[in-house]
């Protein structure tokens, strides 16, 4: 399915998807984009990557089973780096003082950064496993 | 009966796609179709949504510079509950779409009427 | 043919039933929905100071409601597990003896 036009088209198309994607994901405190945004278009790099490159892409590198640990691992540092927060709600306490910095520069707002890559990363990773993973007659 | 028309224009015309995905759900016969006609509903929902916490003349709720006031900023609470709505309708269609390969596999065939018609029991 | 003439009309009827529910509205672009009340002014006003974002959605759904983005993320991750584990196969390698055990 891949002539050599496609091929020659997404080598050069490739690199700014990749940069757009992080952005997104690493702007979404001050622009608009957010995790979900940026994780779909990071699943669509991954997909193309697949397609054109083959056995050589980015994504064949980890097998479908270390992907999936590490999407498990995103999700659960969530719960571990929020629930600090529920916990001190329903207890009636404080939670742990995070600094919030100055609103405009990019490390600021505690910890809306972290939360939108992680998220990117399940979201991902879900769109990528599911459309490659049948190919060549995993599982 | 026009006053009303030109006035509520845009939720009229996503109550219509709403009846035209609900069409297309009733009158294919081919599994994929129906799953395609489901999406459509999930998608006229989502718009009607977004078009009621829509204010003319206000500009996105992104704060630069000073803060003018509540009064000149749409409200970001309808589109943070539909991007919810939005994953739930992918995953949705993604279990839908895995139930008709299974289906495939066990009949051979994805359109509904042979399926019904030859088994008795 | 019945089939199609009973699809159309039940089809028309709960979209006229839906558009004389749509009366009570009020008109498109307008500000005086229910969406505009005091929850609306504390989010737009506080979000700044307490949350430290400019974009007001992001603060929104990572600080005020985190917990509806946890569990929608978990969403995405029961999807993916859900369907990697429907379309499997028993192969002889797995354990299995080549059969598929769904027929019978």
Redesign the interface.
Known sequence: MTTPIIRRIVGWLLPFLWIFSFYIMLF????????FSGGSVLGACLILDRHVNGANAFGARFT?ERL?KL??AA?LL??IL?GQ??LAGVLHMNGLPIP??T??NIL?????LP??V??GI??A??FY??AT??EEGH? | MIS?IT??????GT??L??VG??TL??NNNLIRKIIGLNIMDTSIFLFFI??????GREA????GA?KG??A?V??????LM??GI??A??TT??AL??T??FYE?FGTIDLSEVMDSRGD | MK??IA??L???S??AF??IG??D?P?????D?A??NE???R???K??EE?????????????Y??????I?????????????M????NDKANGGDGNDH??H
Do not use: C, W
């Open positions: 979404g405190h001050l622009s608009p984009g957010g995790g479908g999936l999407s498990l999700l969530y719960g929020k927060s529920f919030l910095g609103p405009g600021s707002s505690g910890l809306i939360l939108n992680l998220v399940v979201v990773v879900a496993l599911i993973l049948f599982l | 009303f006035s509520h224009y845009f939720q009229i109550v219509i709403f009846g609900f069409m009733l009158l078009t009621i916490g829509y204010t003319g709720p992104i704060i630069n803060f509540i009064d900023y409200t970001p609470i309808p589109t943070g991007l919810t994953v739930v992918v995953s993604a279990f895995a139930l390969i299974l066990r | 089939r199609k699809a159309v039940i089809t028309v709960f979209i839906l558009l749509l009366s509205f008109p498109y672009g307008t500000a929905s969406v505009y929850v609306t002014a989010y737009l006003e979000s700044i949350t430290g974002a400019v974009n007001a959605v992001a603060g929104m759904i990572l600080d409601r985190a917990f509806d983005t946890f929608e993320a978990s969403v995405i991750f029961t999807a993916l597990v859900l369907v990697l429907m379309l499997q196969k769904a027929h």
